[in-house]
DNA sequence: ACTCATATGAAACAAAATTGCATTATACCC
DNA sequence: GGGTATAATGCAATTTTGTTTCATATGAGT
């Protein structure tokens, strides 16, 4: 993923309203939105149009219940290397990048260098997950592991404004 | 949130393969997804409304560039508590629940208590956070905070089996 | 006042989702 | 095997939704 700024583009509430359904469901039809915001259809499927292609809707996606499809397990994980140069960093982040059962992966600050969230079938899952993280890269010194016992909120409404 | 697994629903290789297009893009035709997994339309469509009816898809969504909405800044936030009871637990995830700001929020094991994922426009907006939560819940041990320097990976695509 | 650029609503149009219906496949029971 | 119930399917009609067209309105700059 990694955000970025590609375009320059400014919103107004009627945009802001647009996307504040579109995050809760982006099923709720055009002209449901357009009653919503007091607008017509046909402004509102343009001023969507406009934001997609600015990237400021980066995709619109169905959220699936990890449980439900035999994911249960939930792991925050945190990841602290030996070497910090640049490229070394540049090559984790692909490795990590490309590993399916990583579902994010944040390059940070502090104690740890990344911060991992992965859903896993079983625990026996996870040792093959981490085994194979020290055993291809020698560079990571420390990983530190919680498991969640409860995904409290797992959110993508993110509040505008 | 908080996943459950309300309903018993036995997903085929059928099923699969339409909730893998789904999690990248639920804009999707239906006619396509029927052509690339060799079902009818209609058939495509039942099956996605007995998996909706089966919370297997929680919902759908667009995903907005935090960027170009104005919050730059992801932190994760590790909350360390003093006292664990269970009555103190359940206030203590009621109340993050209900703060725009956190977009995720987990319960673990481990050292920390909970792991949180903000969103947010300014350092000011952090520290704002920081500080109502230290003010209001004396049963805030400890804080430590990450600041993303890079959202490597957010994902939404589950490997499923 | 004129022009350019941009945004709008209403309506026509195109495309998609949804439903009804007949058919087929499978499992179970006598 | 014959019968029956259940569930899933494709096709085609129907309905709903998304998209485009077009005429109009608004505002900034000249």
């Known amino acids: ?29 055009q002209r449901q939105i357009a009653e919503a915001v007091n607008l017509s259809a046909a402004a509102v499927q343009r001023r969507i149009k406009k934001m997609t292609l600015a990237s400021v809707i980066h995709s619109n996606i169905a959220i699936v219940n990890p449980i439900m499809v035999g994911l249960p397990i939930t792991l925050i994980v945190e990841i602290e290397l030996v070497d910090v140069r640049n490229d070394v960093i540049e090559e984790a982040k692909t490795r990590l990048l490309n590993m399916p059962v990583v579902q994010q992966c944040y ?55």
Do not use: C
């Open 1 to 29: 993923m990694s955000w970025k700024n590609n375009t320059s583009i400014t919103l107004d509430r009627f945009d802001i309203s647009i996307l504040d359904i579109l995050m809760k469901d982006n099923m709720t039809p």
């Open 107 to 161: 390059y940070v600050t502090g104690q740890a260098d990344f911060f991992l969230i992965l859903h896993v079938a079983t625990m026996a899952d996870y040792e093959n997950f981490s085994r194979n993280l020290f055993f291809t890269d020698p560079n990571v010194k420390k990983i530190r592991t919680s498991v969640a016992i409860d995904s409290v909120k797992v959110g993508h409404t993110l509040a505008i404004k």
